[in-house]
């Protein structure tokens, strides 16, 4: 079954601290995306890749940055997290955008 | 720019009763539309999908229509239950060579016994 992994499903860090939330498919999916999911405001694309080292801005990139060295892995890294990125973090990968993402099961992250 | 509007929810309803969740979308060209759900505490899954006029796309016993004289790709069920009960998304794939897609704000579905 194909699969895409995020390493925590939930994770507590404190204030200013660095965090990096792991993704890895086994599809050999060229396209990743990071989204974060907040109440009454949907998903909100924060950073996706079309290849390795790749990386383009989503809607909301501020406080965020990403590194993908694999295909199959794209890293998302809040550099000195804050309360306002208290939030679930989906990552979802793809072949072509019109077969559609497969998504992970989301890392609920909270930052106190 | 693209986008999708989805009914606001939440949506309650009972347990054999007919579902419809409204979606309509503004986009240039012809996009690719989709319905994902998502599970209480989990990530979203594709439900189904359409990727022309008139397709209709179909699983679990959902279904929903691509309409582009109408631009809706409106989701239907004809007895739901207690089990379908989560968040329901409405996507379409944007145009010029992106490989993004965008979601609406998701509609709540609660089923009741």
């Known amino acids: 079954d194909v699969k895409v992994t995020q390493s925590s499903r939930y994770l507590v860090k404190r204030t200013g601290e660095k965090v990096f939330l792991e993704c890895v498919q086994d599809?050999?999916?060229?396209?990743m995306f990071w989204y974060r999911q907040d109440p009454g405001l949907g998903l909100r694309l924060i950073y996706f890749?079309?290849?390795?080292?790749?990386?383009e801005k989503g809607d909301i990139p501020e406080g965020y940055s990403v590194s993908r060295e694999k295909k199959e892995r794209f890293s998302l890294i809040l550099e000195s997290a804050s309360t306002n990125q208290t939030s679930m973090y989906l990552c979802a990968s793809s072949l072509r955008s019109d077969y559609g993402y497969t998504f992970g099961s989301g890392t609920r992250l909270t930052v106190v | 720019g693209d986008s999708v509007t989805q009914m606001e929810g939440p949506v309650t309803l009972s347990e054999e009763a007919f579902l419809t969740i409204n979606c309509t979308y503004t986009a240039t060209g012809y996009p690719s539309l989709f319905w994902y759900v998502q599970y209480p505490g989990e990530g979203l899954q594709l439900l189904l999908k359409a990727t022309k006029a008139d397709d209709k796309g179909s699983n679990k016993g959902f279904e929903a229509t691509y309409r582009k004289e109408t631009t809706s790709f409106h989701l239907e069920k004809g007895s739901v239950q207690v089990s379908d009960s989560a968040v329901y998304f409405c996507a379409l794939t944007t145009q010029g060579g992106s490989e993004k897609l965008v979601f609406g704000k998701g509609t709540k579905l609660t089923v009741n016994p």
């Open positions: 599809m050999d999916h060229e396209n």
């Open positions: 890749s079309y290849d390795v080292k790749m990386k």
